[in-house]
């Protein structure tokens, strides 16, 4: 299994709509790369609560079956109008990482 994880960075007075986020722009993935998603995650932390502020207001964990099926979500021609909706939720450019979930 793949896993593409988008890490927003947190930073005092950041813009972060989270209903816009979990409503629009999961949803669009969702339907964006339905047949390649195995299952998409979000975990969020603005700190309250804790005391500390949080490292990242939101890490988002989009599962794929294999290497082929990420290459294939990466290759839908709406890709670009997934990534044109960042700015409608966030005005943080996240940071990207790919890896292998080994247990």
Do not use: C
């Amino acid at each position: 299994m793949i896993v593409v994880m988008a890490l927003y960075p947190f930073s005092a007075g950041m813009r972060f709509d989270e209903p816009y986020y979990l409503e629009k722009h999961i949803g669009l993935v969702k339907e964006i790369w339905a047949e390649q998603l195995d299952h998409v995650r979000v975990l969020s932390s603005d700190g309250e609560g804790s005391g500390e502020q949080p490292r990242y207001r939101a890490i988002t964990e989009m599962a794929f079956a294999s290497p082929e099926a990420l290459e294939q979500a990466m290759a839908h021609p709406r890709v670009p109008e997934l990534l044109a909706d960042i700015p409608n939720f966030t005005d943080t450019t996240p940071l990207n990482q790919i890896a292998q979930i080994k247990l």
